[in-house]
């Protein structure tokens, strides 16, 4: 069964470096997501990506973030300048139709900012 | 706030009895979605049902919808230890787009 994947699945990197959070979704899916979960909190949406450009952001999304489907298949989140508590769990997600349809989840990458 | 509210927060239940979560939700909604969530792990689908649907099975799970309460219920038939997880209702609200919003989740513990 096809699956998203999420590499690298934990990332610790020192505060104001930059990270790249990588991401294959389901192949023959549109629409891309990247949610966050803090530790002992609920998952939040961070960003949708439709037919390569953003379709919303939530407030965290801030000017640090920034994502990217760089080639056919990736789909990138990056962080600019990594803060404290950007530590968290980044899972990525794709489906294949708009608003209707299953939403499937990578494995997630644990980000531990130092 | 959108964001729904699950009920109750945590549950232990013995095996082989069922286990009953609950979900509430603002306002009108496209789908909403049930997810288990091992410990530190990632997201499982478990189930959606749509806003024109009230009950949707799959195996031993059962969800419903009450469209006119704004809220579902996740049923887990004749549980077992590996149930053991958290279980979080995400929906997606009609007009905003296909982002989902995640409740607190309830953490479910299945003892043998």
């Known amino acids: 069964e096809p699956e998203v994947t999420q590499t690298p699945s934990h990332q610790v990197t020192q505060m104001g470096q930059e990270v790249i959070l990588r991401c294959v979704p389901i192949?023959?899916?549109?629409?891309f997501y990247w949610y966050r979960q803090i530790l002992g909190q609920k998952v939040e949406f961070l960003v949708s990506?439709?037919?390569?450009?953003?379709?919303?952001k939530s407030e965290i999304f801030d000017d640090q973030f920034s994502v990217e489907r760089p080639d056919g298949s990736n789909f990138t989140l990056k962080i600019r300048s990594t803060k404290l508590e950007d530590s968290a769990m980044y899972f990525c997600?794709?489906?294949?139709?708009?608003?209707?349809?299953?939403?499937?989840f990578g494995p997630g990458t644990r980000l531990t900012v130092l | 706030s959108q964001q729904g509210e699950e009920d109750p927060q945590a549950l232990s239940i013995q095996e082989g009895e069922n286990a009953t979560m609950n979900c509430s939700y603002k306002?009108?909604?496209?789908?909403l979605q049930w997810y288990r969530q091992n410990s530190g792990r990632g997201l499982v689908h478990l189930i959606l049902?749509?806003?024109?649907?009230r009950e949707k099975h799959s195996g031993r799970l059962r969800v419903t919808l009450d469209t006119s309460k704004k809220s579902s219920s996740l049923l887990i038939t004749a549980s077992r230890a590996a149930d053991t997880a958290s279980y979080f209702c995400?929906?997606?609200?009609?007009?905003?787009?296909?982002?989902?919003?995640f409740g607190q989740g309830t953490e479910l513990s299945v003892k043998p």
């Open positions: 997600a794709s489906t294949q139709g708009f608003s209707t349809d299953t939403q499937y």
């Open positions: 192949s023959n899916h549109l629409y």
């Open positions: 990506f439709y037919n390569n450009e953003i379709s919303e």
């Open positions: 306002t009108s909604i496209n789908n």
């Open positions: 049902i749509r806003s024109n649907e």
């Open positions: 995400a929906t997606a609200y009609y007009n905003q787009g296909g982002k989902l919003i």
